[in-house]
């Protein structure tokens, strides 16, 4: 499957393709004390497959979580908002670095379809920290693991 870069994404709650930035949704949720963690991209209600449902593909109502269109944290001001929100405290930074990887490395979240099944074949053996995010090494990944 062929993703356009930067436009279609997984959603993390059901699974199927996001088609545009702008039918996506992020959101996460926030802690008593108030942490954020658990952010995920998913389809915004009007776009979901499961849109006549309570919740679509959003979190529980009652789990608190705060969430805002995708397409605010797309391109170069969607990136500022990102970084800016990994200053602030209590925020999981992995899963937010994740996020940006998401919206901001081209080819990413096609090749992190794959991620698993190239970690097993040894695919990045030797790799330096920020190569398997390479772009060359994001295209061989799909061109061997894609269908």
């Known amino acids: 499957m062929k993703f356009e870069p930067l436009q279609q994404f997984i959603c993390d709650s059901c699974g199927e393709i996001?088609?545009?930035v702008d039918e996506g949704w992020l959101?996460?949720?926030k802690s008593a004390n108030g942490e954020k963690y658990a952010f995920?991209?998913?389809h915004h209600r009007l776009y979901s497959p499961?849109?006549?449902s309570h919740n679509?593909?959003?979190y529980l109502e009652e789990q608190k979580a705060s969430h805002m269109h995708l397409n605010y944290y797309a391109g170069p001001d969607?990136?500022?908002e990102l970084l800016t929100f990994m200053e602030r405290p209590l925020i999981d930074k992995n899963e937010l670095v994740e996020i940006i990887y998401r919206l901001h490395i081209p080819h990413y979240e096609e090749a992190r379809?794959?991620?698993d099944k190239a970690l097993n074949d040894n695919f990045?053996?030797?790799?330096?920290?920020?190569?398997?995010y390479k772009q060359d090494n994001l295209l061989e990944l799909i061109e061997t693991y894609g269908d």
């Not at 990045?124 to 398997?132: C, Q, T, V």
Request: hydrophobic fraction near 45%; include cysteine.
């Open 18 to 20: 996001i088609k545009s």
């Open 27 to 29: 959101e996460w949720l």
């Open 40 to 42: 995920r991209i998913v």
């Open 50 to 52: 499961d849109k006549d």
């Open 56 to 58: 679509a593909c959003y």
């Open 78 to 80: 969607g990136l500022v």
């Open 113 to 115: 379809m794959y991620w």
């Open 124 to 132: 990045f053996a030797g790799a330096s920290p920020s190569l398997p």
